[in-house]
């Protein structure tokens, strides 16, 4: 069934009764040409795409809750590509690029709001590493555009500018940034997924790998062995668990983030706003609550929920830039496990044992990067090597020594 | 999370900086032939569900370096050593 306003006005004439399940529900085949393991976005996209570009149908994505149940589903939702490593802007804005197409692409209404991006800085220095990011940006093609202080408070005029501690000079605009649905982008690529048919079964745990003389041949899974000799990991913060029943080791550590929503209110932030003086971002959603969140909690978890520290730690940076959040009421947090790499950048490889693929190391971009992600990994698996737009993501990067290191902190993952 | 420092006692986790896994091994020497075990030290993590040994250093309180012992899936704290004694072990 193909979406569009006459779909939606002919079953809204008949009482909505006759709309047909989004995905099929079938039960895993005993082979298929390549398994998808992990059914958020990346791995949705990735089947997507493998089907599309590179005409593989016969593909399972295995996700062992329901698709959509992990990350994809956590997080602020923010797309932007204001970026300033050479390895990164190329990817991030072909993930940008595909934003701006998706809908039309996989016919589903994902709310792709370019609504802007902006960094608000507060000092000289920062001032001028905004101008030369934009300037990286803008020698990549990419947007990206400074705004002093008398054009911010035009666009912005609510912020605390004369805070005592952080005032507020300038920001780094990113127009073509924004947000996106974050639900509807599983719901839709797993729709199209499904419509080339590529199998999404779901409840699906995969529980071992069969690899024979380096080969990898199969997966053991909690509903039986399926076999299959391409095989793509995209399991975000359970990668190490995943990837160690193969007998892999990975330079990734699991951490929580935390996000959260407000009340919802009249229209009151039009844009993506980000504090420059710590780690804070804030949009609103359709529904008029304000989304916002800040760093990880800077320790190993795998549990979907953090601590009070870091709720303190967002809330007092929130009220620093808009003061007016005080009056607010925060109905929900929540926490998802963020696949932390060593560099901070994102993973998108083969790995030593043939046909077996790799798609980690997101940290906490990884929303943003679904669509590129997807394309990359894709390609990867179908053509066997990468794509010069992950060509920099290379697994063995951290041997060589050709790391890409957006903040240039180290290999120090919780300050990534 | 409260850590209780073995000089402080409990302590709330805002106190201490943390690290990350106590396991890798520092290599001897800088030599090309410990290049492997240099990348093994500095990158790769075993990064396991449950139980989790790590580093924290006692930062805002007596900087005490302790091995914690933590359940990294419900984030309870199972032990705490100061990091010297658990090496000399």
């Known amino acids: 069934m193909r979406y569009s306003i006459f779909n939606v006005l002919g079953q809204a004439f008949k009482g909505n009764e006759n709309w047909m399940p989004a995905w099929r529900d079938p039960a895993p085949k005993a082979e298929y040409d390549a398994i998808i393991v992990g059914g958020g976005g990346h791995g949705l996209a990735t089947a997507y795409y493998l089907a599309k570009n590179h005409g593989l149908t016969n593909i399972a994505v295995l996700e062992k809750g329901w698709i959509g149940s992990g990350n994809v589903g956590r997080n602020t939702t923010i797309v932007r590509s204001n970026y300033r490593e050479p390895g990164n802007i190329p990817f991030y804005e072909h993930s940008l690029k595909l934003w701006e197409g998706l809908e039309q692409d996989i016919n589903f209404n994902a709310m792709v709001s370019q609504r802007g991006v902006l960094n608000v800085v507060h000092n000289d220095s920062q001032r001028d590493a905004a101008i030369r990011r934009g300037n990286s940006m803008r020698l990549h093609g990419v947007d990206g555009e400074y705004l002093d202080r008398a054009a911010l408070q035009k666009m912005v005029p609510h912020m605390d500018y004369d805070n005592a501690r952080f005032p507020i000079v300038g920001a780094l605009l990113q127009k073509r940034g924004g947000t996106v649905r974050h639900d509807a982008v599983a719901w839709g690529y797993a729709r199209a997924a499904d419509q080339r048919g590529v199998d999404i079964i779901q409840n699906c745990e995969v529980t071992g790998f069969k690899i024979e003389n380096g080969s990898v041949v199969g997966v053991e899974t909690s509903r039986g062995p399926i076999r299959a000799k391409k095989i793509g990991l995209a399991c975000a913060g359970n990668t190490s668990k995943v990837a160690a029943l193969a007998g892999l080791r990975l330079p990734l550590e699991s951490h929580v983030l935390q996000a959260f929503v407000t009340e919802g209110i009249k229209p009151l932030i039009d844009q993506v706003i980000t504090f420059g003086a710590g780690h804070f971002y804030i949009s609103q959603s359709d529904k008029g609550g304000l989304v916002f969140g800040g760093s990880i909690d800077g320790y190993n978890s795998y549990a979907q929920r953090g601590n009070m520290p870091t709720v303190e730690e967002v809330m007092e940076e929130g009220v620093a830039m808009f003061p007016l959040l005080g009056r607010l009421r925060v109905l929900r947090s929540w926490g998802g496990i963020m696949d932390m790499s060593m560099d901070g950048s994102p993973i998108i490889d083969k790995t030593d044992i043939s046909g077996l693929y790799l798609n980690c190391g997101w940290c906490y971009g990884g929303f943003k990067a679904t669509p590129a992600s997807g394309w990359c990994f894709a390609h990867t698996i179908a053509n066997n090597e990468a794509h010069p737009f992950n060509a920099p993501h290379r697994l063995n990067r951290f041997e060589t020594g050709y790391l890409v290191d957006e903040h240039g902190v180290g290999p120090q993952p919780n300050l990534h | ?89």
């Open chain 2, 1 to 89: 999370m409260r850590i209780t420092c073995p000089h402080c006692g409990p302590r709330t986790s805002e106190e201490f900086a943390y690290l990350g896994d106590a396991a890798p091994v520092r290599p001897d020497g800088t030599g090309v032939e410990n290049m492997k075990a240099w990348h093994e030290y500095v990158h790769i993590r075993a990064n396991p569900h449950g139980e989790h040994r790590e580093l924290w250093q006692h930062a805002s309180g007596c900087r005490t370096w302790l091995v914690v012992t933590r359940n990294v899936t419900t984030h309870e704290i199972l032990g705490v050593e100061v990091a010297s004694d658990a090496k000399a072990r």
